[in-house]
């Protein structure tokens, strides 16, 4: 599938994103817990926000440095839905985070495990998985 190979290059590639049109739930404030990172990081696929999205990456990255126009695109079309998110592990520095979700088309549930790293306060996406 398409997509799967997509997050597959996503989380080789270290990059992961959320933007345009502000955060989870229509802030403009940039997500705080690991949790909120993950959530907002596939929040920002959905809507196509390239430019927050590639702030929840390490300084330097941007989503666009790795991914085509039109495979982003391709998550812009989708309607994707959150259905659950779990914090695994969390210190000082590193998280790990589960997000199950699902779109439309699709009768089944995706889960995706983010690793989170910690920079000044602020928390990044350093890693993307399928779970």
């Known amino acids: 599938m398409q997509r799967r190979k997509y997050m ?8 992961a994103a959320v933007a345009g049109c502000g955060f989870i739930g ?15 990081f596939i929040a920002a696929l959905d ?20 991914h085509s126009s039109s495979e982003l695109e391709q998550w812009e079309e989708l309607e994707i839905s959150i259905d659950g998110s779990e ?3 969390e210190s000082d520095t590193e998280a790990v985070v589960e997000v199950i979700f699902s779109y439309t ?12 790293v910690n920079e000044d306060e602020e928390w990044f996406i350093s890693d993307v998985n399928e779970g």
Do not use: M, Q, Y
């Not at 597959?8 to 990059?15: L, S």
């Not at 229509?26 to 907002?40: H, L, N, Q, W």
């Open 47 to 66: 809507n196509g926000d390239h430019d927050d999205a590639s702030e929840l990456l390490p300084p330097g990255i941007t989503i666009k440095d790795s």
């Open 26 to 40: 229509g802030s403009d404030d940039r997500p705080e817990t690991p949790k909120e990172v993950a959530e907002g």
């Open 105 to 116: 088309g699709s009768n089944e549930e995706e889960t995706w495990v983010f690793e989170l």
């Open 8 to 15: 597959a290059t996503v989380a080789a590639a270290g990059t």
């Open 87 to 89: 914090t695994i592990e």
